[in-house]
């Protein structure tokens, strides 16, 4: 099977990470996050992009597409080959600006569907205040208010132009993010519930 994808974009905070988990328990969707991919990888000794993720992650730019769906691919590949039915993905925090935007249509057009993009929505201030609760015990670098703050207006800067472009497409959910997680997925799981 053809792997079918989600892309799921929005603030930094928004609840990306918390509103994909929930969806893998309640619809047949691997989650995967390309941040989380992109980290992992920057700590493995034995990797040949850790040196260029660290120096992009250090600079606050985006990894090169390249190197990002290549890791994605390999994730999508290693859980079709552990199970067939295993087709859906979720990916979170992907693609962030239009070079990987660009960089996933050349590679992957033919190899993978995107169905839609799912865009959580809230404001800068749900946005900080969020990231800033997480800070607590996250134990991520960025979750303090200068770094939350950078990265919404790379947000703003960046993603919003992928966004602006699957919308003329006629492919972005968008989704009120800033209330309850419970009322929030009701919205996600209808989406879902109506696209299939
Ligand atoms: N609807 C919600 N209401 C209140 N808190 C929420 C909600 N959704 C998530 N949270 C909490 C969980 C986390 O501590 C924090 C950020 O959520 P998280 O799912 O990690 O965001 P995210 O994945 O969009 O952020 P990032 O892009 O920074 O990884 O807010
Ligand atoms: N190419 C990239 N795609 C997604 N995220 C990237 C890329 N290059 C660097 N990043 C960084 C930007 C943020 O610091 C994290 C995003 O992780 P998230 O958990 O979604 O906030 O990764
Ligand atoms: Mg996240």
Same mark, same amino acid.
Not at 15 to 28: A, F, L, R
Not at 37 to 65: H, M, N, Y
């Given at each position: 099977?053809? #792997? ?8 930094? &905070?928004?609840?990306? &990470? ?35 993720? /660290?120096?992009?992650?250090?600079? %606050?730019?985006?990894? #090169? ?21 295993? $087709?859906?993905?979720?990916? /979170?925090? $992907? #693609? ?19 169905? !839609?993009?799912?865009? !959580? ?17 996250? &134990? ?20 919003? #132009? ?7 497409? %006629?492919?972005? +959910? ?11 997925? /009701?919205?996600?799981?209808?989406? !879902?519930? +109506?696209? &299939?």
């Amino acid at each position: 099977m053809k #792997p079918q994808v989600v892309f799921a974009l929005g603030r930094p &905070g928004a609840g990306k &990470g918390t509103q994909c988990s929930s969806i893998t328990e309640h619809c047949n969707y691997t989650h995967l996050s390309a941040g989380d991919l992109l980290r992992k990888e920057r700590t493995r000794a034995d990797s040949e992009f850790s040196q260029k993720i /660290d120096e992009c992650f250090k600079r %606050g730019e985006f990894v #090169p597409g390249e190197i990002t769906i290549t890791l994605l691919r390999q994730a999508m590949e290693e859980t079709m080959k552990n199970d067939k039915n295993k $087709f859906r993905f979720l990916i /979170d925090g $992907f #693609p962030p600006d239009v070079e990987n935007l660009r960089c996933w249509t050349q590679v992957m057009d033919g190899e993978a569907d995107v169905r !839609f993009i799912l865009l !959580f929505d809230c404001s800068d201030e749900v946005s900080i205040s969020r990231c800033l609760e997480r800070g607590k015990s996250s &134990g991520r670098d960025d979750d303090n208010k200068e770094r939350v703050e950078k990265r919404i207006q790379t947000y703003l800067q960046s993603t919003r #132009p992928v966004i602006a472009r699957y919308h003329k497409e %006629g492919k972005v +959910r968008a989704i009120d993010a800033s209330r309850s997680v419970t009322e929030v997925f /009701d919205d996600v799981k209808s989406v !879902f519930d +109506r696209e &299939g």
